[in-house]
């Protein structure tokens, strides 16, 4: 079993950015991958950007050239780096890390973007 924490949430102005990070209870070296996904309101959840077990990162459409998502397996920490946030960035940002058999989730960290 895996736990996840998110933090870095908050409101900010368009234009600007934000810093998610999630800290894992075990080892995400091993993990076939990590990645973070997010959900608005009245809207389905969608996984923004991953990095797939010896693979390069994936991006979104919507996130390309302004998202980066990094680890640092020594931290067991997943980030993603928001830049130039638009109103539709809002939404709960949730970490994910999976293993051939299970994926596990955190419990989300807001992220509101409006002037």
């Known amino acids: 079993q895996v736990q996840l924490v998110e933090s870095g949430g908050g409101l900010v102005q368009p234009g600007g950015s934000l810093r998610l990070s999630c800290v894992a209870s075990?080892?995400?070296?091993?993990?076939?991958?990590v990645g973070w996904s997010r959900q608005a309101p009245g809207k389905q959840r969608e996984l923004v950007a991953a990095?797939?077990?010896?693979?390069?990162?994936n991006y979104a459409d919507s996130v390309k050239g302004r998202f980066t998502i990094s680890r640092d397996n020594a931290k067991n920490t997943v980030y993603l780096q928001m830049n130039s946030l638009k109103p539709e960035d809002t939404a709960v940002y949730y970490c994910?890390?999976?293993?051939?058999?299970?994926?596990?989730w955190g419990q989300g960290t807001q992220v509101t973007v409006s002037s």
């Open positions: 994910n890390v999976w293993t051939e058999l299970v994926t596990y």
């Open positions: 075990g080892s995400i070296s091993s993990m076939h991958g």
């Open positions: 990095i797939p077990s010896r693979s390069s990162p």
